[in-house]
């Protein structure tokens, strides 16, 4: 048998296995010597060992204490204690994010724990550093519940300056790929839209992420209403995580917002992407500083997790989130603006704007919404 070849190609000499093998051992027992010292008797017991190099270590140069408390946190996850694994496993993650053991062993406590965002991020940040088209792939499921998880996530987009004023109001309508609300949903909109143009606020739509549409023309650009599209281009990879496409999305919608910045940003959503268009406007209007109307076409709260019927799914409760952290919600409805008062809504930011009310009629009370919007002035850092 040979033993293994240093550079040079030699084999290494016989003996050197054996004695690998007995200071490996001593290295074990001093170890298993630490972890039955409390505290930071342990601590100091490794260290001494560390000085004649009869201490493990994870990394060369690093504080053979760090392979003391991923033990302990090892030990603690075997025996069912959660919060003492991941109190350890991040302390030597923070120290050894690249060591394999080290990864492994904090995200098996994130997955016990439920915590799919810190997870997430803990793969995107494995991932950037060693990319891999399997972490990829992981990635992009992953990412997807950072969007739906976490609370505080926004695509971030710079703060741009601030215009002079304009002489007429001008509004930012964002819609989603559904009008909802009925067949004519996309006529009923328009009208609505030139009636506020007639009322005196000019109306800008913007679509979502445009695709291949065969050459016609949007039903609101038909109708006479300025509609953009922001376009990524037929080269944008079709796998890219749902929080850069996010990000890259919101920057474009800004992008085609400069050429004429508006006083008030408005999201009607309702469909499958009703999360992303929140999102989206949330991100627009915190980069131009203006404030965020959000009009639900449907409630957040139409479907549950099938594991406890009483409970919104998570993708339910982040649009909820975003509904109730816009400075105005339209409702359809007395009784749907009771709803939402129920749900959470400030009744002073919800404005009813009746589904049955004539179209003229609807699209005068919504200028004077965006008008009423575009007189407060915004607090200190929002644009930010």
């Known amino acids: 048998m040979t033993g293994r070849r240093p550079e040079g190609g030699q084999p290494a000499p016989a003996f050197r296995r054996p004695w690998r093998r007995a200071l490996d051992a001593v290295r ?5 010597t630490a972890l039955r010292i409390d505290g930071q008797r342990g601590v100091r017991f490794l260290r001494a060992a560390d000085r004649i190099r009869l201490a493990p270590r994870l990394a060369a140069g690093h504080d053979p204490a760090h392979t003391l408390l991923l033990r302990r946190s090892e030990l603690a996850l075997a025996a069912g204690d959660l919060a003492a694994a991941r109190a350890g496993a991040d302390v030597v993650y923070a120290a050894l994010p690249g060591r394999p053991r080290v990864a492994a062993l904090r995200r098996e406590v994130l997955v016990r724990q439920g915590d ?3 997870r997430a991020r803990q793969d ?3 991932w950037a550093a ?16 950072v969007v739906v998880n976490a609370d505080d996530w926004t695509p971030w987009v710079a703060a741009q300056r601030s215009p002079a004023a304009a002489a007429r109001t001008t509004a930012l ?3 989603g790929g559904e009008p909802g609300r009925g067949e004519d949903g996309w ?3 328009a009208r609505r839209a030139l009636a506020s143009r007639s009322a005196g606020v000019d109306t800008t739509v913007v679509g979502p992420l445009a695709g291949d549409t065969g050459g016609r023309s949007h039903p609101l650009e038909a109708a006479g209403l300025e509609y953009r599209e922001p376009r990524l281009g037929a080269a944008y990879p079709a796998d890219v995580p749902v929080d850069r496409r996010l990000n890259h999305e919101a920057w474009l919608t800004v992008r085609l917002a400069r050429s004429a910045p508006p006083d008030v940003v408005h999201v009607r959503a309702g469909g499958d992407d009703a999360l992303e268009r929140m999102l989206v406007g949330r991100a627009v209007a915190r980069s131009l500083g203006r404030p965020l109307v959000c009009e639900p076409t449907r409630l957040p709260a139409g479907e549950t997790d099938g594991a406890d019927p009483g409970r919104p799914t998570p993708r339910h409760a982040a649009e909820l989130r975003c509904l109730l952290a816009a400075d105005t919600v339209i409702a359809g409805s007395d009784a749907i603006s009771a709803r939402l008062a129920g749900l959470g809504a400030d009744p002073t930011r919800v404005a009813v704007i009746p589904d049955d009310m004539d179209d003229a009629a609807s699209g005068t009370l919504l200028a004077d919404v965006y008008r009423e919007l575009a007189r407060r002035p915004m607090p200190a850092g929002l644009s930010g």
């Open 28 to 32: 074990t027992a001093v170890l298993a």
């Open 116 to 118: 799919v965002v810190e």
């Open 124 to 126: 995107y940040r494995t």
């Open 130 to 145: 060693s990319p891999s088209e399997e972490r990829a792939s992981a990635l992009r499921r992953t990412m997807g519940e």
């Open 173 to 175: 309508l964002l819609v």
């Open 187 to 189: 006529d009923r909109l």
